[in-house]
């Protein structure tokens, strides 16, 4: 192993040490991933494009980032909106209707506005029964906490289908003059729908049987400390938007870039080691790691540190850049659609966001 990943951290330290446990107790129920969607706006903003906004180049974001474009929304195109489309694709692979979901849980940091939530707009763009919908904030590791809580749902036996999006539409919150933050990232939404696995109910004398998916473990985590590495002050109750938070530019994400790479590597690959050791694998076991896609620079030290070949690791930083919660499930889908990922696969999602937060969750496609 390639010790790239100084153990000594924020996140491990006594006061902030995270709960060991991240494996759920045995219940009737497992989850499986029934569909996946998701949705890239077709306007493209390339690195050529940001050349002529602020000083940089294409040369210096591909190398740096790996990025060579990202998806823009279309005026009017909300965030709902591309979450939207993603629920609808994740539904029809699942052989679902807007009828069929018992909950909405909506991961994003850009809502279409504070109130009323983005899952109750989506909710009533989807057609769906008046059930349960919020809005979850972990920035990018949303959808990793927001498939971690349905899964919750689904092995109480309390829900049947739900509905989990990560979706954003960033680009209002960039300052287009900052060329630190403004390279990275992009909108986009993704989708899965979580259901009972097919052999339910389970019991003792009915074991699944090797093929039934399931979400093995979660280890998520939220370093409060750190949160001054990645802000968006304006528009709460600390800071209301006005003409003199406006002036600042106290509305745009800012963030300290290389201290939050560090911490990105670090406590990715701390939370993905977790959640090998507590269900006694190795990285040899995993057959998918679908990281954060933030940097692809990130990527490749958390897949260095634990050997992973590069093939086993699923990227799409180059076309979409950062598109926070919904990095994830935008990864996904594709693997899915694609063929890559198989049913009975051992997939590892990962991620890491403003908060700090950070996450695992290893499943069984
Ligand atoms: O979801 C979480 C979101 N945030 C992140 O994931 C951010 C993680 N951090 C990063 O991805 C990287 O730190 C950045 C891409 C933001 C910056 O890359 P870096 O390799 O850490 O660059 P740096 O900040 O160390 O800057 C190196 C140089 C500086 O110039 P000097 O001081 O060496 O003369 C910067 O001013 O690169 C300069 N620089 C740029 N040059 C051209 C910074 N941004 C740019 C740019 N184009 N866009």
New binding site residues.
Partial sequence: MNPVVPSETSQGSEKTKPHALGKPAATPFESRILGTGSYLPPKLLTNTDLEKLVE??DA??VE??GIRQRHIAADGEYTSDVGLVAAKLALEASGLTANDVDMIIFCTVSGDQPTPSTACVLQKKLGARNVMSFDLNAA?TGFVYGLTIADQFIRSGIYEHILVVGAEVLHPFVNYKD??TC??FGDGAGAVILGRSNALPRTESTPPSKTDSKIYSAHLRADGSLGEL?TLRAGGSAMPLSAEALERGDHYLS?K??E??KH?VRTMSDVCQQALDANGMSMDDIDWLIP?Q??LR?IDAVGKHFGIPAEKVIVNVHDTG?T?AATVPIALDQGVRDGRIRRGQNVLLTAF?SGLTSGSLLLKY
Wanted: aromatic share 12%; net charge positive.
């Fill in positions: 940089t180049n210096w974001i740096r980032t990018c060329r630190e390279i990275l990645f963030m870039g290389r939050i790479f990105a954060h933030a940097n990130i950062n926070s966001g």
